[in-house]
């Protein structure tokens, strides 16, 4: 019913993750780097990079089609909010805080679709995906 | 105090992590899509490749030192838990459901240890584990 | 001079990649297991989980602005090259053929453009990729 | 013959290439992170983060029985020796330095054992690791 996320639905957070995960990877690497100071900060440049290996699993588990995405998913939007809170302090990141937001609302309504909670019982673990509405 | 994971129980959970990857990639790769049938079923061989993405991904948050692990581990331990059951079921696949249990036991412990609660609210996520006990 | 990638060779490049990783990915995860037989042969879905590995490792160097992405591109092309031979071999993997070729080509490009031989010198590791035209 | 990789020796390449990853991510995220500086220089930064990368890929292809890691395990022994050659430069690098030369010596090794030519043709492509000497 309501809670159940159709295949639109995970496709377009499939896009929101590997659009998080490169423009954090690609401002760390690039912007940050360059401008060091603030930005090489240990607290904020570990988050752009859990940010961005998170956002690449939790896009890998949904493109595995594993009924098992919902807890990567509640994972990926809380480090995807810490890491938007985290650049709007530093300033000079509104791509990243941007992507980290749009990226946290998807997954958390992923992460509500089927259920985080029972995530690896045997009820759970048959779940398909083949069964979603399109 | 004992709620607190110390630095060798996470480079435990490390060691966990990466044999369990390599043990479920490994015999995904080789003994499954050698042996066939049952071995190659979706549910199966994406659980097989779900648990070897998610234990990667927990290693690499742990060894980056981050506050934000315990969400990871706790997502991680679900993946193992489901592998592990599965595995049993399908049979012959031992060393896969020894790998998992342990990774799934370990990273359980990581996830409780500083609480997978509140992850990515400001007061967490200023946590650092410079302050961790050795 | 005409050996040299622009910004906007190289972000082709890497939606390229992007876009191959996320299509054999999910071919493989849910057509070729739904599939079965000749679609979970070994050397198929051997072919098919590598190329969507080396893919996302791609990307990941080209977002790095890395002077080191040039063999990892040239490994990524012979790959794809790979794939995409077997995929029209087995049938009915058009799309993955397609991401592939297109992938393959922009790689083999990309590997060209600042020169695989010679990546690890001491002169190749000081090129700066902020030097590209845009 | 002699220019053929036993399982063993390919076994020990994914340790070398596991323990370079988890060398080179930890050492980046912590060490150089905390130190700044000269340690978190674009240069150096990137080579760290490129370096944690390709090994984990090239240990991936490994895991996969892939006849294709040839290629992929020239790149990582390229994308190491360039790793340890620049942290020998920064200095206090030594954990580094010495993971990188091991894996690049062994995955020079493996790169040349089963030929790095010719990979991704239709010859390449049909060589089953599955007759590996023990």
Redesign the interface.
Request: charged fraction near 20%; proline fraction near 2%; hydrophobic fraction near 35%.
């Given at each position: 019913m309501h809670a159940i996320s159709s295949r639109r639905e995970m496709q377009q957070c499939?896009d929101e993750c590997?659009h998080c995960y490169?423009t954090c990877?690609?401002m760390a690497?690039?912007h940050c780097?360059?401008a060091?100071g603030r930005h090489?900060?240990?607290?904020h440049?570990?988050?752009m990079?859990?940010c961005s290996?998170?956002c690449?699993?939790a896009?890998?588990?949904m493109?595995?089609?594993?009924p098992?995405h919902a807890?990567?998913c509640?994972?990926c939007?809380?480090?995807c909010?810490?890491c938007a809170?985290?650049c709007e302090q530093i300033g000079e990141m509104d791509d990243c805080v941007q992507a980290c937001r749009a990226c946290a609302l998807s997954c958390h309504q992923m992460s509500e679709s089927l259920g985080a909670i029972g995530?690896?019982?045997?009820r759970?673990?048959?779940t398909?995906l083949?069964n979603l509405p399109a």
């Amino acid at each position: 019913m309501h809670a159940i996320s159709s295949r639109r639905e995970m496709q377009q957070c499939i896009d929101e993750c590997l659009h998080c995960y490169r423009t954090c990877k690609e401002m760390a690497m690039s912007h940050c780097l360059q401008a060091g100071g603030r930005h090489v900060e240990p607290e904020h440049f570990r988050l752009m990079m859990n940010c961005s290996e998170i956002c690449r699993t939790a896009a890998d588990f949904m493109l595995s089609t594993s009924p098992l995405h919902a807890q990567v998913c509640a994972a990926c939007a809380a480090v995807c909010d810490a890491c938007a809170e985290n650049c709007e302090q530093i300033g000079e990141m509104d791509d990243c805080v941007q992507a980290c937001r749009a990226c946290a609302l998807s997954c958390h309504q992923m992460s509500e679709s089927l259920g985080a909670i029972g995530v690896g019982t045997s009820r759970q673990s048959s779940t398909s995906l083949g069964n979603l509405p399109a």
